[in-house]
């Protein structure tokens, strides 16, 4: 999974206004395989919560910011949506047969650029749907925002998203950031 956070703790004001001029409520997009929605209410959805609460495994969180990884004894998915959609627009990715297999969150900061972080299900990894999830959602802001940039962090360790991005496009910036992060960028203007 790719990370969004750069140290702030939540949406700033400019950030909130950007999303919400830039993005219609209950923002999504379909891919081959995927469909990618904003549900209304995340916390308040005791379905949503516990699906949420299926895919949300150790080793699916290990590369999150600390404050968003899972503990081996488990978690309170709960708490854990309130957290994340708390800085970022959070979106389920379904399958074509309706199942979770994972989501994407999408944080639009105080410059010209959006910042987004995705996590799968282990039960999907290794097929192609990151990459397609990333495309997808690259496709859908070139086409549908003015946003010119588009960049995912990722930790270094994790091989397997820092391919992903690599595929859907993305290069690497310079430098690394202090919790040991790198980030990549996708200029939205060139197809």
């Known amino acids: 999974m790719g990370y969004w956070r750069t140290g702030r703790s939540d949406l700033s004001a400019a950030g909130l206004r950007l999303m919400s001029s830039v993005l219609p409520k209950g ?31 150790p080793a699916v969180t290990a ?37 979770l297999f994972g989501l994407v969150l999408l944080h639009f900061g105080d410059g010209p650029q959006a910042m987004f972080g995705y996590l799968l299900a282990e039960a999907v990894w290794g097929r192609g749907y990151g990459t397609e999830l990333i495309r997808g959602l690259a496709d859908t802001l070139r086409q549908r925002t003015t946003i010119p940039t588009l960049v995912g962090g990722v930790d270094p360790a994790n091989a397997a998203s820092v391919r992903v991005l690599q595929k859907a496009g993305f290069a690497q910036r310079p430098g690394q950031e202090p919790g040991g992060g790198v980030f990549f960028a996708l200029d939205l203007r060139v197809e």
Do not use: K, Y
């Open 27 to 57: 923002f999504g997009f379909e891919t081959r395989r995927l469909r990618v929605a904003t549900p209304s209410d995340w916390c308040g959805n005791t379905a949503l919560v516990c699906e949420t609460a299926r895919i949300l495994s």
């Open 63 to 99: 590369f999150l910011p600390p404050d968003l990884q899972v503990l081996p004894e488990g978690c309170d998915a709960g708490a854990w949506l309130a957290a994340a959609t708390a800085d970022a627009m959070v979106m389920s990715v379904r399958g074509q047969d309706g199942a």
